[in-house]
């Protein structure tokens, strides 16, 4: 059998593209708990960036407005979650379920008038070079331009937190929300800023899906990916590198079923649906066995309110 | 000049009067919803949480709504109340409803008084197998149990879709995705003749009983509390957390389990694809809503089923989507979760001219 190098290259192109997704959100939410916010509502960000994205994109035509629509709409919604949890001081979890129930729903509301209807061509970049190098040309031209931000975003989002003083802020108001206070910090705006962003970014990954990906409104069409991309940030242990390397081992999972099921392979599609799902299981059993590791990496404060009484 | 102040301890009048708050506030969004929607805001609101129980039947469907939605909150209590986040109900009930159907199958050709008992007890143990994964993962391998009960949502129902659609569907069926149906020893009786409501009802009224009677009267119940209030008394005081992780875990999986045998054995009689309209996660805001008390919990899961009831209703008579159900049950727990604030917080008027 002779394998044709540009169908290893598509066929690592199209795990690339089904990763984009978790990373955008990934990335997001890993911002928000470095802050020492636990928002579980990424799904239900996610989802509705969706819908926004497409709606504007049918209503209105114009791709540019709905990608920055769709992360609009994914700060507007996570501003509930940050007034909920900073300002009345509620429960993270609780709060982010909430979130993402309410998500579902409205983004069901809002697109029953939009299922069915056809997705525009979204424009891609560096098309012209699609044939110039053998294997990697699939991989490195011919993609929207989310796709390489998302490639892009997770270096950018390690060097905020290394190098930057932002960076610096956000790390310290997740570790020891405490001492940032007293150091002059205001530690409730840092974290209003940083689940605000997590929204933009998860509301950009609803859009990839919705506008690029698949083209289309499909109800619930997120499929759990939110809740893939937060297991993704226990996985990475809060390092934005490490996001990388699990999506795409995600994104290969969801990609190695459709070609198990295009050669025939005797597995129950089910099962082969199913085995994100438990492969994300499996991950976080190993990732967390070793408790002293998991405790010197996730963000000291994760999950806890802080109030300063005044 | 007002200010807000904190309350030197959490306000137990408000404990309970908050629950109602939210429910007003989130008619009131309903209303404005609606109003945006292009519907007549009142009109709306009536069919919505009126008239689908206006009715004998329409009131027998509401008991039929909340009972798994009281059982499964029941179950969610005692681990929400000792800080263990099972959100994977959705799961343990599909899984029990697994088990037990397919005890139920095994005797689809056969009647006997013996068979209901094995079908409910199946599925008691389905939803504690499904809830033990998460507690075992939580207690030896330090692994989150929130990612982990709902990952296990996802792998139930595509085990359900399998088995529907594969080597349990019915020889007889033209391949529809469905089993045979269940004999009637297998099914729960009926309540009264021409509704839908079935025994399942005291299956959730008993745990209630049983429930209470833990919190409130046992050496366990009071671990609980203090695990919830905080986990470094608990440990403090000796006790044994990994014992009770696992046993919360299994209660509450149980209810889950045998919210799923009463939606099979009960008004579906098979199994197919979709034997629950995601109850387990509605459950969540059941048990928050009904403030983690059983008597709570049932007016909660009274509340939350006529949210379920007015989203068919609504789409029927005035063609609004039946996903406002949805809507309205997370905008419920947003104000439920705002409207806590004024536990801990007072507004006080402060005379700001001495």
Known sequence: MIIDVNFVGLIIASIMASAVPLILASCGELITERSGVLNLGVEGM????????????????????????????????????????????????????????????????????????????????FEGLKDTIPLLSPILFGHSIVFYFAFALPFITSYFLKKTKVGLIVRAVGDSPESASNQGINVKLVRYACILYGGAMCGLAGAYLSMIYTPQWIENMTGGRGWIALALVVFSTWNPIKILIGAMIFGGLTIIQFHMQAIGVRIPVQFLTALPYLVTIIVLVVISRDSRKIRLSTPSSLGKSFHKDN | MIKIVKRDQPSKAIFFFTPVLAIFLTLVAGGIIFYILGFKPFEALKFFFIVPIADRYGFSELLLKATPLCLIAIGLSFCFKSNNWNIGAEGQLTFGAIVSGGIAL???????????????????????????????????????????????????????????????????????????????????PLLIEGLRIHAGIFLALAAVVISWFVFYKTYLGFQMKVSGFSLKTAKYAGYKGKKMIILVFLISGACAGLAGVGEITGPIGQLHREVSPDYGFTAIIVAFLGRLHPVGIIFASLVVAITYLGAETAQIFMQIPKYTGQVFQGMILFFLLASDYLLFFKFKFIDTKK
């Open chain 2, 106 to 188: 095994l005797f689809y050709d056969q009647e006997g008084f013996y068979i209901l008992p094995l079908v409910i007890l199946a599925g008691a143990i389905g939803g504690m197998i499904y809830a033990s994964i998460p507690a075992i993962l939580k207690t030896y391998f330090n692994t989150n149990e929130i990612l982990v009960s709902l990952m296990l949502v996802y792998v139930s129902k595509l085990i359900l879709d399998y088995l529907v659609v594969g080597p349990w569907s019915n020889p007889e069926g033209f391949n529809f995705p469905e089993t045979r149906q269940f004999s009637d020893s297998a099914r729960l």
């Open chain 1, 46 to 125: 996610m989802i509705i960036g969706a819908i926004s994205g497409f709606a504007l994109m049918t209503v209105t035509g114009s791709l540019i407005i709905a990608v920055f629509g769709a992360m609009l709409a994914g700060v507007l919604i996570s501003t509930i979650f940050a007034f909920l949890t900073q300002t009345l001081i509620t429960n993270h979890v609780a709060t982010g379920l909430a979130l993402t129930i309410f998500g579902i729903g409205i983004s069901a509301m809002i697109g029953k008038n939009f299922v069915g209807i056809p997705g525009k061509e979204f424009p891609v970049l």
